[in-house]
Nanobody, 114 residues
């Protein structure tokens, strides 16, 4: 059974940083595409970043402020976020995708506020 467990969210002041973690079980993070998405209240879920093999893609809203990485030994994917803004407030979800298989974590809340 595939499980994705996010952690690392919380309350941070504008301009601050956070590192989100996505620990995977029942699958291997280096196989297929891993990604982070976010959903703010009243808005559609949007892409933050994906990593597949050695290729990385960032959504326009976070480009240059986020770094996605993968630790194959720990079977974990990370999202390092910096220069956070109030508009980054959202629930952040980890995703694993490969043909015929699409899995989501339960999400972790990130709130950027002074």
């Amino acid at each position: 059974q595939v499980q994705l467990v996010e952690s690392g969210g919380g309350l941070v002041q504008p301009g601050g940083s956070l590192r989100l973690s996505c620990a995977a079980s029942g699958m291997i993070v280096s196989a297929g595409r891993m990604g982070w998405y976010r959903q703010a209240p009243g808005k559609q879920r949007e892409l933050v970043a994906t990593i597949v093999g050695g290729s990385i893609f960032y959504g326009d809203s976070v480009k240059s402020r986020c770094t996605i990485s993968r630790d194959n030994a720990k079977n974990t994917v990370y999202l390092q976020m910096s220069s956070l803004r109030p508009e980054d407030t959202a629930v952040y979800y980890c995703n694993s995708w490969r043909p015929g298989a699409d899995y989501w974590g339960q999400g972790t809340q990130v709130t950027v506020s002074s």
